[in-house]
């Protein structure tokens, strides 16, 4: 009875983070439609700029990624991905905690 209890509580807890986490990644993903970086970029093919997982695949681990990519993303740069330069992209198109949660969300993909 002891361990059927406990297992409830894991599933409802569990039930409970997905749940937590879904509207997060939904809200990310919101977040750089509404900055329109899919102009250039999407999910898992190459546009103008590189796929979302491409970043993700090439930054996994490094724990420097997330302040390296907001400052290219905020100053723009070029040569990391081919020629085409990426645009600067200032805080009145995307806010410092959207821009954060963006890159988060991108990280994430895998």
Not at 37 to 54: E, F, I, L, N, S
Not at 75 to 98: C, F, K, L, N, Y
Request: aromatic share 4%; glycine share 6%.
């Amino acid at each position: 009875m002891k361990q059927k209890l406990q297992n409830s509580l894991l599933l409802t807890l569990a039930a409970g983070t997905l749940l937590i986490a879904a509207p997060s990644a939904h809200a990310s993903e919101a977040i750089v439609k509404k900055a329109r970086c899919v102009a250039c970029h999407a999910v898992d093919q190459k546009r103008v700029g590189p796929a979302y997982k491409d970043v993700a695949a090439r930054y996994k681990g490094d724990a420097k990624a997330p302040t390296m990519l907001f400052e290219k993303v905020r100053h723009g740069g070029s040569g990391h991905w081919g020629e085409v330069p990426m645009t600067p992209h200032s805080p009145a198109q995307i806010s410092d905690e959207d821009l954060k949660a963006a890159i988060a969300w991108v990280l994430s993909l895998q």
